[in-house]
């Protein structure tokens, strides 16, 4: 049986950089920071005390009050670019088509603000003080659940926690699900909001945080030479899924067609990539392939590109595995320098970045980026964006535990 065509007919996306589409989009076509100093909580004695805040988010317009505090921040932020997503789409889930529309949104790790609060209140108040809905404030797949009862998507329904590939598997896997024929309408992606103690305490632990934080808006400096860790940020990116058959019968708008899909495991350390980047290199011929691309016909790649040592040098030596000289040709960014790191939202912000790439034909900057590491010698669009005509974008996500997601889109065309 021949693959179905999908394709992205809504996209929602809240970042450091703004909430909603049109306003994260211009920020990072500006080459706009969205890094500042921590306000959620008193870092003052933390080694990193900067971070990627969603700014001015208020729950209550997308939320009805009553059920905000039944949630976590992490799944108000997914309701909210689930609901953009839907709005920009045009599709209206009915009892007729229920049971074909699915969802798969996932989260690195979930309602760590709830679990940190809830503590503390068994400490202070006793075990009779804690909410009954403290289970399904924090547990992964309640963002995939709230999201089918908002909008009564009956079809398949599950939650990815791969760490910061999340996002990607999310889409991907919904992608395969439209694909043999299993849903027509998926909504997909991934959200975090971890910026709490333990969140940034956690990550301090491991040495795996920039601390310049004398200087925000720079800290977050992928493939630069003193670049020093990554930066934690939150948000969400959502992506309404079609198969095109269903997308065409309703008149739908379509940005972009889903190409490819590949995932891999490193199988080398908990947190380090495999030094050859060979999981990497794999994860991207895997989603060529599936594709039917030839890795001359790639314009752009929205790479993982965190600002860690290793991994900025390690996803760099992968490409070069997969494209050998067509590397030194192709446009690489990391919007992370804008947006920061979004754990298991990442893979669906930049699903929607790249989207919104091949949709405009125009590519992101790299910004931070002024002594480039001499191992990390590709195109990284520095500092301002590139107006190019994009066919094919890859999207990188890799995260630990040595998983790997890469998503191929493409120019839709009938």
């Given at each position: 049986?021949?693959?179905?065509?999908?394709?992205?007919?809504?996209?929602?996306?809240?970042?450091?950089?703004?909430?909603?589409?049109?306003?994260?989009?211009?920020g990072?076509?500006?080459?706009?920071?969205?890094?500042?100093?921590?306000?959620?909580?008193?870092?003052?004695?933390?080694a990193?005390?900067?971070?990627?805040?969603?700014?001015?988010?208020?729950?209550?317009?997308?939320?009805?009050?009553?059920?905000?505090?039944?949630?976590?921040?992490?799944?108000?932020?997914?309701?909210?670019?689930?609901?953009?997503?839907?709005?920009?789409?045009?599709?209206?889930?009915?009892?007729?088509?229920?049971?074909?529309?699915?969802?798969?949104?996932?989260?690195?790790?979930g309602?760590?603000?709830?679990?940190?609060?809830?503590?503390?209140?068994l400490?202070?108040?006793?075990?009779?003080?804690?909410?009954?809905?403290?289970?399904?404030?924090?547990?992964?797949?309640?963002?995939?659940?709230?999201?089918?009862?908002?909008?009564?998507?009956?079809?398949?329904?599950?939650?990815?926690?791969?760490?910061?590939?999340?996002?990607?598997?999310?889409?991907?896997?919904?992608?395969?699900?439209?694909?043999?024929?299993?849903?027509?309408?998926?909504?997909?992606?991934?959200?975090?909001?971890?910026?709490?103690?333990?969140?940034?305490?956690?990550?301090?632990?491991?040495?795996?945080?920039?601390?310049?934080?004398?200087?925000?808006?720079?800290?977050?400096?992928?493939?630069?030479?003193?670049?020093?860790?990554?930066?934690m940020?939150?948000g969400?990116?959502?992506?309404?899924?079609?198969?095109?058959?269903?997308?065409?019968?309703?008149?739908?708008?379509?940005?972009?067609?889903?190409?490819?899909?590949?995932?891999?495991?490193?199988?080398?350390?908990?947190?380090?990539?495999?030094?050859?980047?060979?999981?990497?290199?794999?994860?991207?011929?895997?989603?060529?392939?599936?594709?039917?691309?030839?890795?001359?016909?790639v314009?752009?790649?929205?790479?993982?590109?965190?600002?860690?040592?290793?991994?900025?040098?390690?996803?760099?030596?992968?490409?070069?595995?997969?494209?050998?000289?067509h590397?030194?040709?192709?446009?690489?960014?990391?919007?992370?320098?804008?947006?920061?790191?979004?754990?298991?939202?990442?893979g669906?912000?930049?699903?929607?970045?790249t989207?919104?790439?091949?949709?405009?034909?125009?590519?992101p900057?790299?910004?931070?980026?002024?002594?480039?590491?001499?191992?990390?010698?590709?195109?990284?669009?520095?500092?301002?964006?590139?107006?190019?005509?994009?066919?094919?974008?890859?999207?990188?996500?890799?995260?630990?535990?040595?998983?790997?997601?890469?998503?191929?889109?493409?120019?839709?065309?009938?």
């Open positions: 049986m021949d693959k179905r065509r999908v394709v992205i007919t809504g996209m929602g996306m809240i970042t450091p950089l703004g909430i909603g589409v049109e306003k994260s989009w211009e990072l076509l500006a080459g706009k920071p969205g890094i500042r100093r921590i306000t959620q909580f008193d870092a003052s004695g933390f990193t005390r900067i971070a990627g805040e969603v700014d001015g988010f208020e729950p209550e317009e997308y939320i009805e009050a009553k059920e905000i505090k039944k949630m976590d921040r992490f799944i108000h932020l997914a309701l909210a670019a689930s609901q953009m997503a839907m709005d920009s789409s045009g599709l209206k889930i009915t009892e007729e088509n229920a049971e074909r529309a699915g969802v798969i949104v996932g989260s690195g790790i309602g760590l603000h709830a679990i940190e609060h809830y503590h503390s209140v400490l202070e108040k006793g075990p009779r003080r804690i909410t009954p809905f403290f289970i399904p404030m924090l547990i992964v797949n309640l963002a995939s659940g709230q999201i089918s009862i908002r909008f009564g998507a009956k079809g398949p329904n599950s939650a990815v926690a791969t760490a910061c590939a999340t996002g990607s598997h999310a889409i991907g896997d919904a992608f395969k699900i439209i694909q043999r024929g299993d849903a027509d309408v998926m909504i997909a992606g991934g959200t975090e909001s971890v910026i709490t103690p333990l969140g940034i305490g956690g990550f301090n632990a491991m040495k795996a945080l920039s601390t310049r934080n004398d200087e925000p808006e720079k800290a977050s400096r992928p493939f630069e030479l003193d670049r020093d860790g990554f930066i940020g939150e969400a990116g959502i992506v309404i899924l079609e198969s095109l058959e269903h997308a065409k019968e309703r008149r739908a708008k379509i940005s972009v067609e889903m190409a490819g899909y590949g995932m891999t495991a490193d199988a080398y350390h908990i947190t380090a990539p495999s030094p050859n980047g060979e999981g990497a290199a794999q994860c991207m011929r895997i989603a060529l392939k599936d594709a039917g691309v030839a890795p001359s016909e314009t752009y790649i929205n790479a993982h590109g965190t600002s860690t040592k290793y991994g900025d040098e390690i996803e760099t030596t992968a490409i070069k595995t997969v494209f050998g000289d590397a030194y040709k192709m446009l690489v960014s990391s919007t992370k320098s804008m947006t920061g790191h979004l754990l298991g939202a990442a669906g912000v930049e699903t929607v970045i989207a919104l790439s091949i949709d405009n034909d125009i590519v900057p790299t910004i931070n980026l002024d002594t480039p590491d001499p191992a990390c010698d590709l195109d990284y669009v520095p500092g301002h964006a590139r107006k190019t005509t994009v066919n094919y974008a890859l999207s990188n996500s890799f995260g630990f535990g040595g998983t790997n997601a890469c998503l191929l889109l493409k120019k839709f065309k009938d």
